[in-house]
């Protein structure tokens, strides 16, 4: 199984740094999933979910409200205005998914594009 390196970085830190299976990201053109060994590409991000598929086939969501992703074929770069990772095993999630919501409704984007990232934190709420 190939995996590529995954970074995911704010102006307030490193919000996520590790190995990935899948990430799949909200771009400024519409959602787009990259794999290891992808083509090299420079994207706009908007507000929205980036779903990460770790190497034990679980999932971590991290809601952004703006950034830019860098692909090449090992590693995928991230860097965002703003993030709130969501994980199942976190033992403050509801605080955390409050976080998100406030974070998706603050960003300077669509209606449409925030209230659809909004219903995906609410339909990850519900999975916890």
């Known amino acids: 199984m ?7 970085v704010t ?6 740094d590790g190995e990935a299976k899948q990430v799949t990201l909200p771009g400024s053109e519409g959602e787009f999933g990259v794999l290891p ?11 929205g979910i980036v779903t990460i ?5 679980s999932k971590i969501d991290v809601a952004i409200n703006s950034g830019y992703v860098k692909v090449d074929e090992s590693k995928v770069s991230c860097i965002v205005d ?9 033992t403050d999630i509801s605080k955390k998914l409050e976080e998100a919501r406030d974070l998706l409704k603050s960003a300077e984007t669509s209606s449409t594009a925030i209230a659809a ?9 519900k999975s916890f």
């Open 2 to 8: 190939k995996l590529m390196k995954l970074e995911i």
């Open 11 to 16: 102006p307030k830190g490193v919000i996520y």
């Open 37 to 47: 060994e992808h083509a090299t590409l420079v994207s706009l991000l908007t507000t």
């Open 53 to 57: 598929e770790m190497p034990d086939s």
């Open 82 to 90: 703003g993030a709130v990772a969501l994980s199942a095993g976190d």
């Open 117 to 125: 990232a909004v219903s995906k934190v609410e339909q990850i709420g």
